[in-house]
């Protein structure tokens, strides 16, 4: 390698390297040296410059600027004529840079990033639908949840065979009508399935006047309350894994969401139910739960290092999306609603 270093100029590069059997590449990348290309010879069978410029001018003319250079080609050869090969053709329009994709592909859409603020049960609903497993491969069950974002409760569901926009506006309607919403006054937030995007079912909102609010494509944690919910039923220590029927779905869930509402004590709403919240329980509940701390704080103060406990409270204000500080995203705020 010294040696090669140390060549003269007038030595070519690639016969020293061969002669010491050295890798010109190492030779340049430790000299600094760029490698020179040696220009390519001009290939016997090459139009020359006067067939360029007439098959560049057959394929501009007005018969022919629109089509590709095989249907030029065929065109040519179907009234006997012959210029050059399709590949010829595609390199000289790429040389004149006329080369691009013509079809009109899928064009990419922007999607607003849903921000939503629930400060009291009935202002935005989130809703899913979940498959389930049956016992023969390939067969699935479908449970539709309708789950209030501000006391995580489940204020109606359903279970079918199919899943279908028919089942989901059933379901939206008659929770709508059993929990007396006024129009306006709900936001009812999914994700982008066809069920959700149904024309049927945003006549049904339109309808009811009741805001849709939609998640970006392939963004889950757009909809993270119902999807914690699915992993919370899917996860129970009795959860069946697959299910032998519709009947035996619409048990376990039926059983599961009893619980759910009313005794699992969940985190996210500092340990009270999710039916203490959504029929406005806390108050009671909470000074029951301040009346045995301070009982156990007046009977044995030095266990609470940290003075007199106090009972924690759910959130007053719950997002999706929390806005940037400084921002106050309004309840019931449509976003991207009605784009499917």
Not at 141 to 165: H, K, Q, T
Request: aromatic share 8%.
């Amino acid at each position: 390698m010294e040696a090669l270093l140390a060549l003269p100029p007038d030595i070519p590069v690639a016969a020293a390297c061969r002669a010491l059997g050295a890798s010109r590449a190492t030779l340049y990348r430790l000299t600094g040296r760029p490698a020179i290309p040696k220009p390519r010879p001009t290939p016997h069978r090459a139009l020359r410059d006067d067939e360029r410029a007439h098959v560049l001018e057959v394929l501009h003319s007005p018969e022919h600027v629109d089509r590709t250079p095989r249907e030029v080609a065929a065109a040519l050869l179907s009234v006997g004529v012959y210029l050059c090969s399709v590949r010829t053709m595609y390199r000289l329009l790429a040389a004149s840079a006329e080369v691009r994709e013509r079809r009109r592909g899928h064009v990419a859409g922007h999607h607003a990033m849903p921000s939503l603020v629930a400060t009291a049960p009935n202002q935005v609903w989130t809703w899913d639908i979940t498959k389930v497993p049956g016992l023969e491969r390939g067969v699935f069950f479908f449970v539709y949840v309708l789950l209030d974002l501000f006391s995580r409760y489940v204020v109606g569901w359903l279970a079918s065979d199919r899943e279908s926009a028919e089942n989901a506006v059933r379901l939206v309607e008659e929770t709508v009508h059993v929990h007396g919403i006024e129009p306006g006054a709900l936001t009812l937030h999914s994700d982008r399935g066809s069920p959700m995007t149904a024309g049927s079912m945003t006549q049904l909102l339109a309808t009811l006047s009741i805001e849709r609010s939609l998640s970006r494509p392939r963004v889950s944690n757009d909809n993270p309350f119902v999807e914690s919910h699915f992993k919370t039923a899917k996860y129970q220590p009795h959860y069946p894994g697959r299910f032998c029927s519709l009947l035996h779905v619409r048990g376990y869930f039926g059983t599961f969401l009893d619980w759910y509402n009313g005794e699992h004590h969940h985190e996210g709403l500092a340990m009270f139910t999710p039916g203490d919240v959504f029929h406005d329980r806390v108050t009671e509940v909470a000074a029951v739960r301040q009346a045995a701390l301070d009982a156990a704080f007046a009977a044995r103060p030095e266990r609470f290092v940290g003075g007199r406990p106090v009972v924690r409270l759910p959130p007053a204000r719950v997002h999706i999306n929390s806005p940037e500080p400084g921002e106050v995203a309004a309840p019931n705020a449509p976003t991207d609603a009605g784009a499917p």
